[in-house]
Structure formats: C-alpha cells, structure tokens
T-cell receptor
C-alpha cells in the first residue's frame, strides 16, 4: 500500500504565477483534505473534497481552488501567487462522508512551495 | 487569541528523560484531541487520539485531556533520540470534522 502520495515534492514559482499540486489518496480512501503549513506553524485547513465536490472550506481566499477526480485523486490550484503562499502543502485522505473519523486521516509527505 | 496554543520550543532533553508536551485551547466545542509527530520534511503521523476527557496510554506515550481546564498533555517516557521531531496537537469538534492544529513543539533528545 503506497499510502498518500503527493507531487511534486518541491516547487519554485515567482509572484503572480499559478501552481497546481497533486495528491493521490491512500488505497480505499475517498475523501481528500488539503492543509497549508507555513514555516514554524501548524497545518491550516484549506478545503476538503468528497464525491468530486468541495464539502468544507477553511479561511482561504478564492485564489485557492481544487478539484477531485473520479479516481479520488485531487488537485490544489493557487492563482496569482504571493510571497506568503510559500509553505508546505499537505494532503490528507480518509474514508467516508465529511472525512471520516479524525483518527483515520492519513497525511502525505507534502509539497514544499517557494514563491520568489 | 488563537483557538489552540502550543509552545514552539525547542525542548531539549537527555536520552531517558520524561518529556511533557502541552496545549491549551479556547473552543469548548472541541471533543476530539490528537497528537501528531512530524519528522523534518515529512507529513504528520498520528500518535495518539483521545475522545473527551481522560487518559490514554500506548507504550511509552500517555495522552491526557482536562476539558475543565481546556488543557491537553502528551507524556513520553524513556525518551529516545529517535523521538526527536515536532509534536503537533490537533483538535476537532466531531469525529468527522476538520482538524485545528497547534503550532507544534520541536523536541530534541540528545544521546
């Protein structure tokens, strides 16, 4: 079992550009949540996808958008990048509506984004 | 005031010491309390999970929740250099809700 996988592992972009991050959930999981972890901070919830729809959203601007595909994999898109978007972006997968019991959320290794 | 407060450390201890990590919170609706371990350049890994108040023990790890004081703790006995990592507390209002994390405490266990 590969667990949660994310790509790419690292990314460097410049201000104003757009970026797409990808996540494949753990086998058997159907719900994907995205978190942003700035340096020295805990992860902050961005949004969650289930059945190809955004089910919950944290306090992030519309520049952050996502998508879930029929195979449950997911993408996180960020437009008009700002320096403050530099962070580790984590994907967590789980089973069931609204993310399943919290103890079954599995995190991927993250994508480290640097905005210059 | 942040919903979850956690001292970022770093906390340095010698091998074999008992480590105490703590978080306070302000949202009385939190019912589920988790501790995650995060090694450098890795995703968080669930260590302990507790529902409501009380204690839970798993090997060298003990999690305590005091809802009356809005205070949770993680104790690590006989700490090992391999325990060196950032420890994140996380909370949720229900078993199916999203997680609210603390900043994380960096722990360094020296041989």
């Amino acid at each position: 079992d590969a667990g949660v996988t994310q790509s790419p592992t690292h990314l460097i972009k410049t201000r104003g550009q757009q970026v797409t991050l990808r996540c494949s959930p753990k086998s058997g999981h159907d719900t994907v949540s995205w978190y942003q972890q700035a340096l020295g901070q805990g992860p902050q919830f961005i949004f969650q996808y289930y059945e190809e729809e955004e089910r919950q959203r944290g306090n992030f601007p519309d520049r952050f958008s996502g998508h879930q595909f029929p195979n449950y994999s997911s993408e996180l898109n960020v437009n008009a990048l700002l320096l403050g978007d530099s962070a580790l972006y984590l994907c967590a997968s789980s089973l069931g509506l609204a993310g399943g019991p919290v103890e079954t959320q599995y995190f991927g290794p993250g994508t480290r984004l640097l905005v210059l | 005031q942040k919903e979850v407060e956690q001292d970022p450390g770093p906390l340095s201890v010698p091998e074999g010491a008992i480590v105490s990590l703590n978080c306070t919170y302000s949202n009385s609706a939190f019912q589920y309390f988790m501790w995650y371990r995060q090694y450098s350049r890795k995703g968080p890994e669930l260590l302990m999970y507790t529902y409501s108040s009380g204690n839970k023990e798993d090997g060298r790890f003990t999690a305590q929740v005091d809802k009356s004081s809005k205070y949770i703790s993680l104790f690590i006995r006989d700490s090992q250099p391999s325990d060196s990592a950032t420890y994140l507390c996380a909370m949720a209002t229900s078993g199916y809700s999203t997680l609210t994390f603390g900043k994380g405490t960096m722990l360094l266990v020296s041989p």
